[in-house]
């Protein structure tokens, strides 16, 4: 392998990427999202999807779910990154426990008359997306769903006359009795 | 309502703060005013208990703490004001994060109403330390202060320690509300280090101990951050063991330099012998080190044939660069007493005679040889003579960051911990005259003395005003080629020998200027002259700039080319030119 010139050892690495989505449970406090993305971009890290909300008000706990991707040594890293931040209780790898639900909702905006507004409608109904406003030339359909299928469906309006999409980002919950 | 004009916990924030500092036994602090802290100043003014030192940048207040906390095991202390004071801390943060230094810095900032105004000295103080610090806090309300500089405090000396931050508007500073003495819950329940060691990992990491043929224990800055305890198991684990020891840069003194198991430093300029056991050896005991890349050289060619035992406090650490075998999460002492334990009770020294008789070959290779000179003082030369003139002395050791450094590292020896202050892993030039200053006020009556170079020594400067005026007797030794003597040898031997800009043209008379500054100048020429001048230096009373003119082109050996593992070192016998260039020609390839 060819080095530049450089004072550090530079190499290539060929692990393959992999996709984790990460539960962090966080005391909810000025600026502990911007902890949380700050260690993403300040050590180079990917964020997929980011969702983050105030879960548990009377104990100040909020929980972040992110999606990245990485190699399996880099998805380690983001973990320990994570749980060693000092207003972070806990880091759930969701995927590594295979006993997830992961789900998000969109908002799509589509338009269009005659034959293209009826298609759009009846895909809907087979996606179970809900039609919350309706002019004569356009709808917006709430769809919820794993990430897949969410792009399933806006992949299948755009010829319909897609105009813009709304997403959540991914939430994502352990099955079973079980907390996190 | 209750009449609260007589209840001693009854304060201003500026008051909390000092009491605060007094609660967690802090003496010291380094420090410079400014509009946004001058309550807290006030408050200082008015006591005796709390000595704060006056630097002259605010940079030299951040590194002296960094100094004073590492030559004690104290947190050290650090009062800046809002905006340019705060982006002048963000230098000596960085570094205590880097070399997981207890750090505490309280900066003043402009009053809350104002925050987010752009108003006069403001800036985003949190956000621009947020990366560099191991937490901070914005303290709104003067009845939060207490809690959470209690909680600074115990965030930054406990796990892997680190820089704190607490920002506190001058309004919050004047405001009166209640103070509390530290407690427990004062700390974040989502903040707790592990200390104790897996019993199970401890027993696998003694498995392969007892069943090695060819062990090493590499030592780092966690031996020494967890304290004394640790420093005294891990050199009876080397007793009781017979295993070889290398450390890195931080680790130095861990295991005394005149110990017979030590094989000297490793790394990119570490010994032959330390870089050879860790490349062919078969049981790797990391402890309280991290891997880093000045340390493995290439990472698919680190050390192939062996298993790795890694001990840190600090789960991050683990895996991050090295995949390790049997990681053990927790504090070094608790774990090494615990591995001895375990060793004592069911293990027997292996027999690794003929491991031994291998490292004694390479240990005949002489990799710090140098030639030495009558006409002209070689850096490393004046190094050893400072090492013998100041050999069984009270001494402590700063440097600042280049070849200089290196050569601090390789011919001074470390008989004790918490002797040897250097910028590891941020690698600050202008580090070491203020850390100076800052062990220099920790233990007044000791030998301090900043190995330097011409360049590093003038990015803080300055410190020597400070020196002058606390009367602390700081011996500044320069190490003076006249060139950025690392980024010239990296250029010669990476960038085709283009010297662009690193030659200094225009030096200052160090004589003339410590006289300037009230200290006191030296200036050796000659090998012969340079003994008397060490001991006079010595034993002058004041802070002394030595301006030792050594070789101008002397470079840094031996040492691991980038791209090249532990077994390819570049050796001083070899390092002429035509093998240096051939050691280099794959780098070559892409100039």
Redesign the interface.
Known sequence: MNQPASAYFIEDRHDPNETHTLAVLVQNEPGVLARVIGLFSGRGYNIESLTVSETEAQKHLSRITIVTTGTPMVIEQIKHQLDRMIPVYRVVDMTQTRRSIERELAMVKVRGQGDHRVEALRLADAFRARVIDATTESFVFEITGNTDKINQFIDLMRPLGLVEVSRTGVAAIGRGPEGM | MTDKSHDPNQMTGAAMIVRALIDHGVTDIFGYPGGAVLPIYDEIFQQSQVQHILVRHEQGAGHAAEGYARSTGKPGVALVTSGPGATNMVTPLTDALMDSIPLVCISGQVPTHLIGNDAFQECDT??IT??CT??NW?VRDVNDLAKVLHEAFY?ATSG?PGPVLVDVPKDVQFATGTYHPPRKSDV????APRVKGDAMQIRKAVTLLANAKRPVIYSGGGVINSGPEATKLLRELVEVTGFPITSTLMGLGAYPASGKNWLGMLGMHGTYEANMTMHDCDVMLCVGARFD?RI?????AFSPGSKKIHIDI???S???NI?VDVPIIGDCGNILGDILQVFKAEAKKPDIKAWWQQIAQWRARNSLYYRKSNEVILPQHAIQSLFEATRGRDTYITTEVGQHQMWAAQFYGFEEPHRWMTSGGLGTMGYGLPAAVGVQVAHPDSLVIDIAGDASVQMTMQEMSTAVQYELPIKIFILNNQYMGMVRQ?QQL??GNRLSHSYSEALPDFVKLAEAYGGVGFQVHKPADLDGAIQEMISVKRPVLFDCRVAALENCFPMIP??KAHNEMLLPEQANDEATAKA?A??????
Do not use: C, E, M, Q
């Not at chain 2, 974040?188 to 903040?191: A, I, P, W």
């Not at chain 2, 493995?296 to 698919?300: A, I, K, M, P």
């Open positions: 949190v956000g947020r990366p191991k937490h914005l965030v892997r974040h329940r989502s903040y890349d493995t050289g290439r990472v698919d600090d789960p991050s683990i895996n991050k995949r990296w990476l960038h980038s791209g280099f794959d780098g070559k390839a892409l100039v």
